[in-house]
């Protein structure tokens, strides 16, 4: 131990290229980037197990990507653009789109995925919601272990240094403020890391899981944005956070929340209220059930609160009309995962919730991943803007994939052109002095109570639909829990203790949660996944708010905004588009 | 016990095993429904000992990381659930894996031994890339009935744990490395079919397996590596394939 500190001193790591997480958006980069420059010494900085934690890992129905000739990106971008209310950054989904059936390419004859085949021995394409054509490519219904399990093996041919059950903290810079490296700690240790790095690639995922009910896997609790945000990146759209409209209900078991994939509504499935109705005719009688994930979260939303809901507080949807040999065949997995909680998708309708699944804020980044910060790099759900108000199913590992390959792209062209420099100490110190005090204190509130907390306030105020009065009491709220997640205090070693994990993860969510409170208040109007009971409509004039961090330290620092005009670089609003 | 007037079924005792031989490892957690294995264990982390060491990440059996033992079989934590009449179970680490605290495992032999059959597809340099084009193949070609139900493999390590060869470190590359093996040897697309032959072919390859089937009964996935080995065994004699 240095004398007075509460940690040793830290190992110092110095690479070319740092990637933070190791998800679609993180692997895809490591290939990228160690395939343009095999010279490179990468790592990968994982809070979890590589390629083994995180969202794309979770992926159910799929990827959208253009490979029929009577499809076109075009179309593509234009179902995105409408999904997202063109609420989207144009560049951002201009790029997804186009780069999208390219790596698709990539996975089947470099990475080694086989997706599922239509009958010819091509590609089969399915349909999903918000869609004029059947554009997701998948792997039965649990696409992402192909797509990740593949990608994991690629790290065995190409080498990349592992620090596996590393957990980044933050970013530090040197002594005139260029980005230098980062602060972790090895959780298996204990022990702190300081990597050195030129190029810093944050992949590590949104923070939905702050919400009671939520789908994403556990490290997903903003730990990038968080970063981001600490050291002073600007972020948007950070009011719009999707609920997926079918998340199962499983009492008080870690598995309420998961997600019954978009691909069953896209073949068929029906949505009933307790009532027996089906209720999706009175919000959206064209499309019904295959409407976007914000409408029809918001209809399942509407009459549970109405009192229309199951005793557990869910809706019930229903494809048992298939028949069960035709629903196990297709749906395998979503299957398993009812009769797990005691319900059968393929013989009855089984209770749904929405469920908090994929934030589509984050921090601004251009085309080519590149950030306000010279040598940091954003890639996958911790960006914001590819899919402006609402994200269409099977564009998300789309994103982590198409962005992740950019950012390795981006990484390896500018590597070794930067320099390595040194981390300014007080910065390194205030980072791990802020990470091991929970471990430090003798007295304090232990994290879980304080998770549960605010799972349970951003669920009632910040949620499916908000309004003003709601949302001054979040942010009320957020502040004194920011004061009290200051005080936790973790028993135990620091060798490999998750309750301290917590503790940081927290506050990392309570940080996100701040912004997300905050851009709520900001949005007067009605517009993809942000629903105002107090304004229900949608303006004629789109706009979005950027934040950044303003000049107090500490756990309640303020927010600075700038509004900007969205720019439609590509395409103008659609009469219908709204 | 807190609440002494609590029916049998209320309430459930969960044994751990622990790395620190002072550390409580016996705990009363409330009985939820439906319940899984993962359940007791965060019940016992936010009640009793915020620092239990465990892991898991998706909750859903993607991950598989949250593999352990419980009463002495292999499973994922997540989707294992509590029988309705169980008053107690006991949880340890996997076997065969060094512990790095409680129920948290190094998996670096399970990977080591899956790196050595050449995980990756071996790909014609002039058929892989973000231009070429995915191959055509029927689904129902010999080749893809083949793969398809061998292909869900999540990395638990379930079948490392309940091999008594594997586990027992008795170097051999394992179920879930050969049937990564069979899939990549059935696969046209892949140039390497020779080369991992060799390897599945030495002495700690196929012929280490002694038919137990613990494996195939342990694979959450249902997948059945016992078969991948039998396959492997025959390939190595028959060029046709």
């Known amino acids: 131990m240095s004398p007075g500190e509460a940690w040793p001193e830290p190992e110092t790591i110095s690479t070319d290229v740092a990637v933070v997480g190791s998800g679609g958006a993180g692997l895809m980069c490591v290939l990228h980037a160690l395939s343009a420059r095999p010279d490179l010494n990468v790592t990968i900085v994982s809070e979890g197990a590589v390629g083994r934690s995180g969202?794309?890992?979770?992926?159910?129905?799929?990827?959208?990507?253009?490979?029929?000739?009577?499809?076109?990106?075009?179309?593509?971008?234009?179902?995105?653009?409408?999904?997202g209310k063109f609420l989207n950054d144009q560049r951002l989904a201009w790029t997804l789109v186009n780069d999208a059936p390219r790596v698709i390419n990539e996975l089947e004859t470099r990475v080694g995925c086989f997706f599922d085949r239509d009958e010819d021995g091509r590609i089969h394409q399915k349909a999903f919601a918000g869609q004029a054509f059947d554009r997701t490519?998948?792997?039965?219904?649990?696409?992402?272990?192909?797509?990740?399990?593949?990608?994991?093996?690629?790290?065995?041919?190409?080498?990349?240094?592992?620090?596996?059950?590393?957990?980044?903290?933050?970013?530090?810079?040197?002594?005139v403020g260029r980005l230098a490296g980062l602060?972790?700690?090895?959780?298996?240790?204990?022990?702190?890391?300081?990597?050195?790095?030129?190029?810093?690639?944050?992949?590590?995922g949104g923070s939905a899981t702050m919400y009671r009910v939520a789908a994403p896997a556990r490290e997903k609790t903003g730990d990038g944005v968080a970063m981001c945000w600490r050291a002073g990146l600007a972020?948007?759209?950070?009011?719009?956070?999707?609920?997926?409209?079918?998340?199962l209900l499983a009492g008080d078991a870690r598995m309420t929340g998961a997600v019954l994939e978009e691909g069953l509504r896209g073949a068929g499935a029906k949505l009933f209220n307790a009532d027996g109705e089906r209720y999706m005719a009175r919000y959206d009688a064209e499309r019904m059930e295959r409407s976007t994930r914000d409408v029809v979260a918001r209809a399942g939303y509407s009459e549970i609160v109405a009192g229309r809901g199951t005793p557990d507080g869910g809706v019930l949807i229903d494809i048992s009309h298939l028949g069960a040999e035709e629903v196990e065949r297709r749906f395998p997995g979503m299957v398993q995962r009812t009769r797990q909680i005691g319900q059968d998708l393929a013989r009855a309708p089984v209770r749904v919730s929405p469920t908090a699944h994929f934030h589509m804020g984050g921090v601004l980044i251009d085309a080519d991943c590149r950030t306000a910060l010279d040598g940091l790099l954003v890639a996958g759900e911790d960006a914001g803007g590819t899919h402006g108000a609402n994200r269409l199913g099977g564009n998300g590992v789309a994103e982590s994939t198409v962005f992740g390959a950019r950012a390795g792209d981006t990484a390896a062209a500018i590597a070794p052109h930067r320099p390595l420099l040194e981390p300014e100490p007080a910065e390194v110190r205030a980072s791990l002095e802020r990470a091991y005090a929970p471990l430090g204190r003798d007295a304090g509130p232990w994290p879980f109570p304080l998770t549960t907390r605010l799972k349970e306030l951003m669920w009632q105020c910040v949620g499916v639909v908000r309004d003003a009065e709601g949302l001054a009491e979040a942010s009320k709220e957020l502040d004194v829990l920011a004061e009290d997640v200051d005080r936790i205090a973790v028993p135990g070693p620091p060798e490999v203790n998750f309750g301290w994990q917590e503790a940081m993860d927290l506050a990392n969510q309570v940080t996100v949660a701040r912004t997300i409170a905050h851009a709520a208040a900001w949005r007067t109007e009605t517009r993809g996944a942000h629903a105002r009971s107090d304004y229900p409509d949608s303006d004629s004039r789109l706009r979005y708010v950027v934040q950044r961090r303003g000049a107090a330290d500490g756990p309640v620092s303020?927010?600075?905004?700038?509004?900007r005009d969205v720019e439609f670089s590509y395409r103008a609003p659609d009469g219908d588009s709204t | 016990m807190r609440n002494r007037h609590r029916k049998a079924g209320d309430e459930l005792r969960v044994s751990v095993t622990r790395s620190d031989a002072a550390a409580a490892d016996e705990f009363t957690?409330?009985?939820?429904?439906?319940?899984?294995?993962?359940?007791?264990?965060?019940?016992?982390?936010?009640?009793?000992d915020p620092a239990i060491g465990f892991r898991y990440s998706c909750r859903v059996g993607m991950c598989g990381t949250c593999t352990v033992r419980v009463d002495g079989r292999s499973v994922l934590a997540?989707?294992?659930?509590?029988p309705e009449r169980a008053e107690h179970i006991r949880i340890d680490p996997l076997a065969g894996l060094p512990v790095v605290r409680d129920l948290v495992v190094d998996t670096a032999p399970f990977w080591q031994a899956w790196k050595s059959i050449t995980p990756y597809l071996v790909p014609d340099e002039d058929a892989a890339g973000m231009d070429a084009t995915p191959a055509v193949i029927k689904p129902d070609s010999a080749e893809r009935e083949r793969i398809d139900p061998s292909l869900d493999c999540i990395g638990c390590a379930a079948c490392f744990s309940s091999c008594g060869i594997a586990s027992a470190r008795r170097d051999f590359i394992g179920p879930a490395a050969l049937n990564r093996a069979m899939v990549l040897v059935a696969d046209s697309r892949d140039t390497a079919a020779a080369h991992r032959l060799d390897v599945v072919a030495t002495d700690s390859g196929v012929d280490r397996c002694h038919y137990i089937y613990g494996c195939s009964a342990a694979c959450?996935?249902?997948?059945d590596p016992a078969q991948a080995i039998r396959r492997l065994r025959k390939w190595r004699f028959d060029e046709s394939r």
């Open chain 2, 78 to 82: 997540c989707q294992t659930e509590i």
């Open chain 1, 183 to 204: 602060t972790a700690i090895d959780m298996r240790s204990g022990r702190p890391l300081v990597l050195r790095a030129r190029v810093i690639v944050v992949a590590t």
């Open chain 1, 558 to 563: 303020a927010i600075e905004t700038e509004v």
């Open chain 2, 220 to 223: 959450p996935k249902g997948l």
């Open chain 1, 55 to 83: 969202c794309t890992r979770m992926v159910q129905g799929g990827y959208n990507a253009v490979l029929n000739p009577d499809d076109s990106v075009d179309l593509h971008f234009r179902d995105t653009l409408q999904g």
């Open chain 2, 29 to 48: 957690v409330p009985r939820i429904r439906p319940m899984m294995v993962l359940d007791a264990l965060l019940a016992i982390q936010r009640t009793h």
């Open chain 1, 235 to 247: 972020v948007r759209d950070m009011e719009m956070l999707q609920f997926h409209p079918t998340g």
């Open chain 1, 137 to 175: 490519v998948h792997r039965g219904d649990l696409t992402g272990i192909e797509i990740m399990g593949r990608l994991r093996d690629q790290m065995f041919r190409l080498e990349p240094v592992e620090l596996e059950d590393v957990r980044a903290l933050d970013l530090v810079h040197d002594r």
